[in-house]
């Protein structure tokens, strides 16, 4: 049985940093590509970003892109997401997720389908 445990989020202020990281139980976990998500009050689970196997190919959704970094360490078969310049609007459960095991170094995915495995969650809320 697979297991995702998140942490790291908390209450910041506008323009606030956090990072949130995810511990993951398999050890399959360096051939599992890796994405984050999050989910707003009232609001759908929606993409944030995602990563390959190795984690040298990442890849971010617009709202993302310059404030989240996504990295990971496959040997303490952890994943992380730098949270930074932090908005109201990013108020939200983070999730991460990984999807099956892969052969490709460098595929990813998108998509909340594609993913099999998720954490419980970790909130972030961001306060003007």
């Known amino acids: 049985q697979v297991q995702l445990v998140e942490s790291g989020g908390g209450l910041v202020q506008t323009g606030g940093s956090l990072r949130l990281s995810c511990s993951a139980s398999?050890?399959?976990?360096?051939?599992?590509?890796v994405g984050w998500f999050r989910q707003a009050p009232g609001k759908e689970r929606e993409y944030v970003a995602a990563?390959?196997?190795?984690?040298?190919?990442?890849y971010y959704t617009d709202f993302a892109k310059g404030r989240f970094i996504a990295s990971r360490d496959n040997v303490k078969r952890m994943a992380y997401l730098q949270l930074s310049n932090l908005k109201p609007e990013d108020t939200a459960v983070y999730y991460c997720?990984?999807?099956?095991?892969?052969?490709?170094?460098?595929?990813?995915?998108?998509?909340?389908?594609?993913?099999?495995?998720w954490g419980q969650g970790t909130q972030v809320t961001v306060s003007s």
């Open positions: 398999t050890h399959t976990f360096p051939y599992n590509p």
């Open positions: 997720a990984l999807a099956e095991v892969i052969g490709s170094d460098t595929h990813f995915y998108t998509e909340a389908h594609d993913y099999v495995y």
């Open positions: 990563m390959s196997r190795s984690g040298a190919t990442t």
